[in-house]
């Protein structure tokens, strides 16, 4: 599928060796951007320069420590007049009960799931000023809703809710656009924990990635891949028991997950 939106334009796309990121970059490349791919797993990336040799560059960074944007920058300022668009992606999900979780933790996940991306799109604003850009943060369906077991990773998703609705409600955000995606069938949850349940219902990575590209042509502030999430969403808001339910569903999930270990 060819985005118009996309062609000629220069992109960011952070986390963009697997998952959501890696069909970002399948899905946009045909439209013929100027993309920068980031990464912490630099073979992937090569590979990735390899299969896709339009590709402009490449950086390898860890995103959970604050000199991790400089990387992107310096690349920028030594190859683009300006950036379109970033594909703020990159994330790590935690998953256990709140007590075992600890500090050091909690500040690599806000750095990477929060500072970082808001920094990032601060940073590349202020470097072209006249120049339209647009920052696309991928949050999470538990920007809204809690789910038993992630009590840190959730938190960093609703901090960027809040931030958003912030500058939103200050008239000056309409360059951040927010990707709210339900559990996707990636490899992403499979380093928050060991054996975690599966959070239901489940979307494919390429539908996410698709349902993301189309909402940033659009220019929307938020993005729902799920249409049943966001129906469920405004429900719950008039019908308190779906929400609840929901809850109780996970909880059992989680309590039988706690006896296992």
């Not at 990735?48 to 992107?72: M, R, W, Y």
Request: hydrophobic content about 40%; charged content about 20%.
């Amino acid at each position: 599928m060819i985005y118009k939106a996309f062609s000629k334009t220069n992109c960011i796309i952070t986390g963009a060796a697997s998952g959501i990121g890696l069909e970002l970059v399948r899905q946009i490349i045909p439209s013929n951007p100027n993309l920068l791919i980031v990464d912490i797993e630099k073979e992937r990336l090569e590979e990735l320069k390899n299969e896709f040799p339009t590709i402009n560059g490449i950086v390898t960074c860890d995103l959970s420590h604050k000199a991790g944007n400089q990387l992107i920058l310096d690349w920028v300022k030594a190859n683009w007049t300006h950036v379109d668009f970033c594909f703020a992606n990159a994330g790590k999900a935690e998953y256990g009960p709140a007590e075992n979780q600890n500090w050091k933790d909690m500040d690599r996940l806000f750095q990477l799931n929060v500072h970082s991306p808001i920094q990032l799109g601060f940073t590349l604003r202020a470097l072209f000023p006249k120049k339209p850009f647009r920052l696309i943060i991928t949050a999470s369906a538990m920007s809204f809703w809690s789910i038993p077991g992630y009590s840190l990773y959730s938190s960093t998703k609703s901090a960027l809710l809040q931030w958003a609705r912030t500058i939103w409600s200050e008239k000056t955000g309409n360059w951040v656009t927010l990707a709210f995606p339900i559990a996707t069938d990636t490899k992403f949850f499979d380093s928050a924990g060991n054996n975690i349940p599966e959070a239901y219902p489940k979307q494919t990575a390429s539908w996410v990635a698709k349902s993301i590209l189309l909402g940033t042509a659009k220019m929307k502030r938020k993005i729902f891949p799920s249409k049943l999430f966001h129906s469920v969403l405004i429900l719950s808001k008039f019908f308190r028991f779906l929400k609840k339910g929901y809850g109780i569903f996970e909880y059992r999930k989680y309590k039988k997950w706690i006896d296992q270990q």
